[in-house]
């Protein structure tokens, strides 16, 4: 069976310091991957989504990037985060355009 | 682009009573509707989907949800809700082939024992 990691789990960064966020996913090949962003009280946001190794889309502009460096690695990066980019990021796979599976998500703070 | 509405923000209902939680989309083509629901501490898990056919779709957990395509809604049901059912339970809609899910604003759902 499929399963979805994420880490870490929970972290906290100061203003201006640089994030790494991992996804790997396992049990299948060449999924989809996906990045969200949720929001009390907004839902999920798509982020980024990918649907290859080095295939990055990004639905919304901002402070982070998305990278793919394995076919089922998945990255959030920034360079220096903002206030802004606190919230609570999800993954998510999917093998076409239907269901999508998600992953126990990461709780950033940003001070 | 379609957008998702979620009509209730936040229902209090006591163990026993029936849940409806209303979901309206806005896309003029066909559409995968889905259901998620994240309890407390866990992580969004899928409760049921709907990709064509029987416009009724039952999920895990004894849920239910309607496709009704004239009024472009996708509401969810249970007759009898448990004190497990609290949760936040959230809409979410794809046009066919497309792979941007987009999500309604979550409903917050307090069962009380």
């Known amino acids: 069976s499929q399963t979805i990691h994420q880490w870490p789990a929970t972290l906290v960064q100061p203003v201006g310091s640089p994030l790494s966020l991992e996804c790997t996913v396992e049990?299948?090949?060449?999924?989809?991957l996906y990045w969200y962003r949720q929001a009390a009280g907004r839902g999920l946001q798509l982020l980024f989504y990918?649907?290859?190794?080095?295939?990055i889309s990004s639905e919304v502009p901002q402070n982070l990037s998305a990278s793919r460096p394995q076919d089922r690695q998945f990255i959030l990066s920034s360079k220096k985060l903002l206030l802004s980019d606190s919230g609570f990021y999800l993954c998510?796979?999917?093998?076409?355009?239907?269901?999508?599976?998600f992953g126990p998500g990461t709780r950033l703070l940003v001070l | 682009a379609q957008s998702v509405s979620q009509h209730n923000h936040h229902v209090i209902l006591s163990e026993a009573a029936s849940l409806e939680l209303g979901c309206n989309y806005s896309?003029?083509?066909?559409?995968?509707l889905f259901w998620y629901v994240q309890y407390p501490g866990q992580h969004l898990q899928l409760l049921l989907k709907?990709?064509?056919?029987?416009?009724l779709v039952k999920g895990i957990k004894g849920f239910e949800a309607e496709f009704i395509k004239s009024k472009f809604s996708f509401n969810l049901r249970k007759p009898s809700v448990q004190w497990s059912d609290t949760a936040e339970y959230f809409c979410?809609?794809?046009?066919?082939?497309?792979?941007?899910?987009?999500f309604g604003a979550g409903t917050t759902v307090t069962v009380r024992a």
């Open positions: 896309y003029g083509g066909t559409v995968n």
């Open positions: 998510a796979w999917s093998r076409d355009p239907k269901t999508q599976y």
């Open positions: 049990g299948t090949s060449n999924p989809n």
């Open positions: 709907y990709f064509s056919g029987d416009p």
């Open positions: 979410a809609v794809n046009p066919t082939n497309d792979y941007k899910l987009s």
């Open positions: 990918s649907v290859g190794i080095g295939q």
